[in-house]
């Protein structure tokens, strides 16, 4: 099998991904990952990206265009800034045509003018086939959750056809009657501003309908009555007392009694214990005596007689229907920010008698680790609602329905009577009603919180679980706050605005251990990990409204009650019995799947995996779902060609504090292996090893992978080499395991780490040995002299040398804030690679770049050597766990480039003075 080898296969801008990949966590509005809420969506930059690497030739496949290493660097750095430009969310979303045309030519470079198909089996969120449709690709993806089905139909399907068109609504026509002239409509503007005016169409009619519900209420504000609107309701839920001589009295159950902590308001109760009562006010002189509130995750107390009520005894509260709510305060949108004010009567008595004409008896999953709600009565999804939420909700879901044919009335008069397009225009509208709709029920359940900070409302899923919440948050739709249904319209629009048009895209229903009628594709995915979340169990909560409102246009997509699960490739002990079972079942039905993509993958293109898992490993061995994964590739016939980290998932940590330890994606590479692949032995696997990994690490250096990552980026080339022979055994003849080999590839990367210590000056590889052995703690003199008699150096050397102090009988190495403030290499009589990676490092933390740069100047050929260490350093710190230390190397590699640059920078202009 002769094929050429992608970008991907050698080398790829990890840093520039990553650091864009944790920038778009923070970027909103108009970004595909606002339109229906998703658990686990990688960033498009990344996916973008990697598909692109994916899709183009590495220069060294090209020896006739690019003879020299020195001509394959110089086009592979010409890539890398092609991709940093394509990673770059204004570039794509401003200025689409140029960079994605250049990204396109480049990929039919590559391709031979033909584009492969592009298949992703499992679609979640609709990340990575957006990306290949927005690089030209025809998209096929699929998934077995109907939500997910319905994000990527929505993203990547749907619309097409209905680019470039004008709005069909009646306001529309009507207006552009008047004004005689048509208005441009580039790309889904018109599909978004219709999908605006049949929204604000439902808002008003449902204000007609049930607006008395949400009153605004009436303050006198310096000898002025004024009208305020309500953001939101905060209501308590109320337990009868444990307490046999409170005789029933319901008492609340309060988390915090902190209402807004930048403008420093506090609920307060007053209680008349006499009476047995108590109602609320506010506060707005400090916390009082009950600041701690009366519920905790270990249980709560009666707030009248001080009993405490058991976690146990809430529950049997909840299962007998005894668990209800009390208003304790109101929040009103104010001229100058957020007003409280405590409960009023009318309020509560307006939707005292509600009764909503809707009822859901479908049961939540009772999941131990996710599912908190269900514990306490919770148990149905009705229950997850207020009377008034149920209300208002049906309200909206009916307005939508009836809606739907008035967009099929007026699609018909804007598309001549074409009753075909008609109908699927007036399907896409309410699909994307609908998909409002699911964001207007994340903000509107009795599960949402208050967030005292921002003082705003936290969504229903504010975290990947349905826990129980004891007092909550209760949100106006008709408000202009978070959570309001014109702004759940507004994110539908923005996200419709900038789909990608053009390229053919499909999403299906489908089970990825199923046969696939698809050939020679491109495949690129981000499959269940070992230990996943159960997303089947929470997406329930969308399945059920979006089956109400869309069942009648999809059919197959919403034939089941709830979200089908017991095909979910999940390692789940509890749905399954025990962790034994559930591990066995993850491992066949990932293998079925894994063998469905090897059968139809192109051979002219590598497949990349993401693969992310809970970092639960001990200190001597890998994960378990990392091995169980990488056996599962490997029995379904694929050679591991790399591996990158990508920061997907986002940590504030620099990472795993174990070299093979994720706490983000890993991205894999790979191929099919060859059918008639090598035995080896282990002998034979260590010597590949150490002849071929150098030269990986060699290119990973050059393209400056932060030490941060570089461990991991190293199992990929060790890991090619173990994947395509069809086994290593080992000296007893028994088939080494993937464990045996992850230990092997860091046994050598070691190796090599510590090899180039012979580079440096004795006095550095003192330091090495001391930093390896005690940090910069102090140890005993002794220890210091042997260690120095084994360099050839003397303890005084290296005091005078300036890399350590040495009093009272212990031996420390300096710290950088101890170190020369006017230090000169040109001056220094003992200039060591420690000390310079230790001065270089307080001028990139104390001057920037440029501090660190002139230092770069001065030091010459010994800036390369300090990087190198800078490296070896962090391997150390790494395995010691020494977080805050490691930070400091890597900082100084990844901002190694720019550095390099600056010192460039400054020998031009010296050699201009010297002509001068």
Known sequence: MTYKKKLIEVAIPLEAINKEAVREKSIRHGHPSTLHLWWSRKPLSACRAILFAQLVDDPSSHPDKFPTQTDITKERNRLFKLIEELLDWDNIFKNQSSILSRAKKEILLSSNGKLPLFWDPFSGGGSIPLEAKRLGLETYSSDINPIAVIIGKSLLELPSGFSDIQPVNSNYRLENEIKKGLSNFQGFKGLAEDIKHYGNLIFNKAKEEIGYLYPNVELEINNIKKQFNVIAWLWTRIVPSPNPSLKGTYVPLISTFELSRKQQIFLKVNINKKNMTYDFTINKEGMNNLD???????????????????????????????????????????????????????????????????????????????????????????????????????????????????????????????????????NLITTYLSIAFDKAADYWSSLCTWHVGRETIRNTFSRQAL???????????????????????????????????????????????????????????????????????????????????????????????????????????????????????????????????????????????????????????????????LEALINAGFQIEGTFPIHSELSNRTRGLKSNALSSSILLVCRK?????????????????????????????????????????????????????????????????????????????????????????????????????????????????????????????AVEAGIIESKSGKVRLLKREELQLDWDPYKDKRLTIWESTQYLIRELQNNGEIGAAALLYKLGSKGELARDLAYRLYDMCDRKKWAEEALSYNSLVIAWPNIVQLTSDLKGSEQIKLNV
């Open 467 to 629: 826990p129980m919440v004891w007092d909550f948050a209760e949100t106006n739709p008709f408000s202009d706050s978070t959570g309001n249904w014109n702004g759940c319209i507004r994110w539908i629009c923005k996200v419709v605005e900038n789909l990608p048009k053009d390229t053919k895209a499909y999403c299906n229903l489908r089970d990825a251990t199923e046969k696939n009628e698809l050939k020679d594709v491109i495949i690129s995915t981000d499959p269940p990990y070992f230990d996943n979340v159960p997303y089947g169990d929470l997406s329930d909560f969308f399945y059920v409204w979006l089956r109400k409102n869309l069942k009648d246009i999809y059919p197959d997509i919403f034939s089941t009650v709830l979200v089908p699960k017991m095909n979910e490739i999940i390692a789940d002990r509890y749905r399954y019995g025990s962790k034994e079972e559930a591990s066995k079942i993850f491992l066949e039905r990932m293998q079925t799947a894994l063998n469905n993509m090897l059968s139809i993958c192109s051979e002219d293109y590598p497949m990349t995996i993401y693969y992310a898992f809970k970092q639960s490993e001990s200190t001597e061995f890998s994960s378990t779902g990392w091995e169980t994964f």
């Open 292 to 426: 701690e509130g009366t519920i905790k995750s270990n249980g709560g107390r009666c707030l009248i007689s001080d009993t405490p009520i058991t976690l146990n005894y809430l529950k049997e509260q909840g299962k007998n229907g005894n668990i209800k709510h009390r208003l304790k305060a109101i929040i009103l949108e104010g001229e100058k920010g957020k007003i409280y004010i405590p409960p009023i009567k009318q309020h509560e008595t307006i939707i005292k008698d509600l009764i909503p004409n809707i009822s859901f008896d479908e049961k939540l999953s009772n999941h131990p680790q996710y599912m908190g709600c269900p514990r306490y009565g919770l148990d149905t999804f009705d229950k997850l609602f207020t009377n008034r939420q149920l209300v208002a909700l049906n309200t909206f879901s009916e307005l939508i329905s009836d809606t739907r044919e008035l967009i099929y009335k007026d699609s018909l008069l804007a598309f001549n009577n074409d009753t075909l397009k008609a109908k699927l225009y007036s």
């Open 673 to 797: 292996r060859l059918k008639n692949a090598k035995v080896i032995t282990r002998g034979d696997f260590l010597r590949i090893l150490r002849e071929e990994l150098p030269q990986s690490i060699k290119i990973f250096h050059e393209t400056n992978i932060p030490p941060v990552d570089l461990v991991q980026t190293c199992i990929g080339p060790g890991m090619s080499i173990f994947t395509k022979h069809s086994k290593v055994l080992e000296a007893d003849g028994t088939v080494m395991p993937v464990k045996t080999a992850l230990q092997l590839i860091n046994q050598v990367l070691d190796e090599y780490l510590s090899k180039n210590e012979s580079s440096y000056d004795s006095y550095t590889r003192f330091a090495i040995t001391w930093f390896e052995q005690y940090g910069i703690e102090a140890g005993p003199y002794g220890d210091a002299e042997t260690i120095a008699k084994a360099k050839n150096i003397s303890v005084n050397g």
